[in-house]
């Protein structure tokens, strides 16, 4: 989605002090939820298709795209008509929730946050954005809800949260040695959510609140001033500033984590096909129709273990993330990266993407160099083709994914990643300043070269080989066994800038 310019908000989080009784409450709140959400899903998927189907509809697909305005409003007179917009369905979901026992358990405010969340999932599926989305079902359970202002329905009070009878204190991070909690409350909040996950087995219940400015950045964290690029692949991530580059892995540790989730994930599927074989069609897929499903102890206790691990994941991930952040900041707060398309990214590399979750990383990023004083900057891989580009002869040439080295006839050779890193780094409005590359290429190249080195020698043994093998400025390679596929990498380079014409680099 595009980044409306809304103004900056960031999110504190605290865990609640929940009793039995309270949790009862809330637990029977959240199942209104899930059957209002999948109330306003089916009512969105049944209005859509019911619209796609219509005359009007078509007709205003035949209106050619460079009629704008016309082909705008014929779609939006189709979605007003068949009732396809996030206040109607809002409206639905209010009548909905008032007709029946889920009124007595969200307030006005919640229930239309539940029901625009289930628009928002269809009309995403509507644009070809994701899949047709699915209904929560039994154990899918809602896990946060959340108000609409601090008004109303679930409301921060002082120091508590308020919601409907309901009166819940958070625990407080009674050192809170950076000052961050403290800065935090002072702001003004925007809304309150109110979210669970599974922690050692338990149910825990955390506070959102939504707070409008920019959280405080901490002293102890340094921020450099000056211009840094960023490269991120589906693995490795590089940088390159003006006092230091960084060639590493993108989230090892993740790596281990899911590998073990799978495994628990394939036990389950074997233990759930072993106890309800009945269930299964002989070619194994899963029959259609009413079905009950058997769960056995072991099961249970692999999807206990499962839970864990999730959230081990997504809290290893998040520190990863975070201490990344700090690194690439330390080293200049104007970050300059190309757009990627996430979406491709994950069709082409799937669970390693997923895992790793590059855009998480790309908008921590964000609004820590904003809380910095800096900015990050994306620019359109298709204009500037950071990854074809040779600065030293201005040629281009399409390498493939797996050549890891930019290595040019005319005697550039870097590692391919570090140098993405250091041409974003020289990207001034959205195109590449040849000049300015040309400028800084002497200072950058050692401080490249340096990073490269580490990340191939010193990475506890293991060098992905993403990384392509080192080769020191004389051009004789570090690392003996890969001699050979370097030759042959330079041999390539040398005959493709041969027929690649040389062009003159835009000063
Ligand atoms: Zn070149």
């Known amino acids: 989605m595009p980044r409306r310019n809304k103004p900056p908000a960031f999110v504190l989080e605290l865990p609640l002090r929940v009793s039995r009784a309270d949790e009862r409450v809330l637990l029977v709140r959240f199942e209104a939820a899930r059957q209002l959400y999948n109330a306003c899903l089916g009512e969105a998927l049944r209005r859509l298709d019911r619209m796609r189907a219509s005359e009007e509809w078509q007709a205003a697909r035949r209106i050619p795209r460079e009629q704008k305005d016309e082909r705008r409003r014929a779609f939006r007179a189709a979605t007003n008509r068949y009732g396809f917009t996030a206040f109607a369905i809002e409206a639905f979901g209010t009548t909905c929730k008032n007709a029946c026992w889920i009124g007595e358990h969200l307030d006005a405010h919640t229930s239309q946050k539940v029901a625009r969340r289930a628009f928002e999932a269809v009309r995403q599926y509507g644009f070809g954005k994701r899949g047709r989305p699915r209904f929560k079902g039994r154990f899918k359970a809602v896990t946060a809800v959340e108000g609409k202002s601090n008004a109303a329905g679930i409301r921060w009070r002082g120091d508590?949260?308020?919601?409907?009878?309901?009166?819940?204190?958070?625990?407080?991070?009674?050192?809170?040695?950076?000052?961050?909690?403290?800065?935090?409350?002072?702001?003004?909040?925007?809304?309150?959510?109110?979210?669970?996950?599974?922690?050692?087995?338990?149910?825990?219940?955390?506070?959102?609140?939504v707070l409008r400015g920019r959280p405080k950045w901490k002293d102890r964290n340094p921020v450099g001033d000056g211009i840094v690029g960023l490269d991120i692949g589906p693995s490795t991530i590089a940088a390159s500033g003006e006092e230091a580059a960084l060639l590493e892995p993108f989230c090892p540790s993740v790596e281990f984590l899911s590998r073990k989730i799978r495994r628990i994930q394939r036990a389950?599927?074997?233990?759930?096909?072993?106890?309800?074989?009945?269930?299964?069609?002989?070619?194994?897929?899963?029959?259609?129709?009413?079905?009950?499903?058997?769960?056995?102890?072991?099961?249970?206790?692999?999807?206990?273990?499962?839970?864990?691990?999730?959230?081990?994941?997504?809290?290893?991930?998040k520190t990863e993330h975070g201490n990344l952040a700090n690194r690439v900041i330390a080293m200049g707060r104007n970050i300059r990266m190309e757009k990627l398309s996430y979406r491709s990214f994950q069709k082409q590399y799937g669970r390693s993407v997923r895992d790793r979750a590059p855009a998480g990383f790309v908008n921590r990023l964000r609004r820590k160099a904003e809380s910095a004083g800096g900015e990050v900057v994306e620019f359109p891989t298709r204009t500037t083709c950071l990854?074809?580009?040779?600065?030293?002869?201005?040629?281009?040439?399409?390498?493939?994914?797996?050549?890891?080295?930019?290595?040019?006839?005319?005697?550039?050779?870097?590692?391919?990643?570090?140098?993405s890193a250091f041409l974003a780094s020289c990207v001034e409005e959205g195109a590449l300043h040849a000049g300015l590359a040309q400028s800084r290429w002497p200072g950058a190249e050692p401080l490249l070269r340096a990073a490269w080195r580490d990340a191939t020698c010193d990475w506890k043994g293991r060098r992905p080989s993403s990384f392509g093998g080192y080769r020191s400025q004389s051009g004789s390679s570090g690392q003996g066994g890969t001699a050979n596929a370097e030759a042959s990498d330079l041999a390539w380079a040398g005959r493709e800038a041969a027929a690649v014409p040389a062009r003159t680099p835009r000063l």
């Open 387 to 419: 990854s074809q580009v040779c600065h030293g002869c201005g040629s281009r040439q399409k390498k493939p994914l797996s050549r890891r080295i930019h290595a040019c006839g005319c005697g550039i050779v870097m590692q391919r990643d570090l140098y």
């Open 268 to 317: 389950m599927d074997r233990s759930r096909r072993a106890t309800n074989p009945d269930n299964y069609n002989p070619d194994g897929t899963i029959r259609k129709g009413p079905k009950r499903w058997v769960y056995s102890h072991g099961y249970l206790r692999l999807r206990a273990e499962l839970r864990e691990l999730q959230r081990r994941l997504a809290e290893t991930r």
């Open 160 to 209: 508590r949260v308020e919601w409907k009878g309901l009166v819940l204190s958070p625990l407080f991070d009674r050192k809170d040695r950076h000052g961050v909690q403290a800065f935090a409350l002072q702001c003004p909040v925007q809304y309150v959510r109110l979210v669970w996950r599974w922690m050692h087995g338990r149910r825990r219940w955390y506070v959102q609140l």
